[in-house]
């Protein structure tokens, strides 16, 4: 028995029946399913369409629903076509008639859109929380650092010496972005659909303004027509989702690197890899490449999306049953990779010997050219002289360290006897001046503000 077998003559054929089922996974709504159908009797009660006994009748027989399933999850289950028939039917076994006028007015059109609404406005909190988790675990990565020293690359390879705060700090950066683009998404999903009807608006006199607050929206979609067939929010979702997923392939790709032993900067904890079945010497960042491969799947569900809503008529086609799975896929994706994250980040351990010794050399050459402009000379000529040092300490196999005072004036005179402490990773941190760089200050004062963000909201 479907919610509109009145109109057919013969059952369904089950293959394509069947295959319109979506109760397998919009179970997941079943919580936002009830609540909207509790505002909904309140709203119809409202209008005049519900008498004082139905109404009663039916948020009770709701309320003990919603507490069935929250109890026991095995209960939301049945051969209905999907979550809303599931509740209806309940509803109906429980209070006769009653359940039979709930749906007035109202269509599964406007109410799936407002339950996958109301499930990213409850669930996308929660993303952020755990997004929050591996920042915080950044900014505590990035204090624990203290004055370690690592080179940063641009095309892989060395460019200047950062301190290793100040690259957990860029982690954490992108990381925040995902958080902002997550609460744009919740706020693009704040507007209520009730009052769409199944396209057209509803012939009763419902209180859509009080029925929005009640449901903790700011207001009510603008067109029924397009509230039927506008899943942008689910878009917009996807799109964060897989930002933040490619923030975290990112942050892997670095770690993967960054642990093996060609760099060596970073030690993988045991806990957070695996071994291989024959080569007993090996430390394997599965975690780390397993976040990266689950990038593809997040960047698949919004691309399969965006063609999925592509080209399709105004109004709700059945078409838009596919948004659920990829919301609720995408979610446990990033869910999953910022928890491995995480566990992975947590508990690496700086090896400072090592990134301070790729921090030093050549990667220094660009202070020496300071060197110079601070004793007068322009920029580009400055290049040009540590250009052809660079090329001579190449050919010797030494770098800035090793030259004498006499090889340092014989490049230029106006190197002085401090020239050989001006090329070290420390004063080249040391000598940076704005906010956004890796001197010492900027970055104790980015992880203070870190810590104040985070602080104001609640952790
Ligand atoms: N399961 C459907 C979906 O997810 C619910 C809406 C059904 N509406 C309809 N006209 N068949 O989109």
Known sequence: MTLWSGRFDTAPDPAAFDFGISFGFDRHLFEDDVTGSLAWADAIKGAGVLSDADHAAIVSALQAILEEGRRDPSFVQGPDEDVHSFVERQLVERVGDAGRRLHTGRSRNEQVSLDLRLYLRRRIPVLQQTLLTLIGTCVDQAEAAGSALMPSYT?????????VSHFYLAHASALRRDH???AAASAEADALTLGSGAVAGTPYDVDTAALAKRLGFSRVVLNSIDAS?????????LYAVSLAMVHLSRMAEDFIIFTGEEHGFFELSDAAATGSSMMPQKKNPDPLEL?????GRAVGRLTGWLVTMKGLPSGYNKDLQEDKEAVFDAEATLTASLLAAHSVVSTLVTNSERSADAASGLLLATDVADYLVSRGMPFRRAHEVVGAMVRRLLLDGRDFGDMTLTEWREASDLFGDDAPKAATAESSVARKRTPQSTSPDAVRAAIAEYRGWMTGLGR
């Open 155 to 163: 095309h892989l390879r060395r460019a200047q010496p950062v301190l």
């Open 180 to 182: 902002a683009r997550l």
């Open 229 to 237: 067939s506008d899943r942008d929010f689910v878009a917009s979702f």
């Open 291 to 295: 976040v990266r491969g689950k990038t």
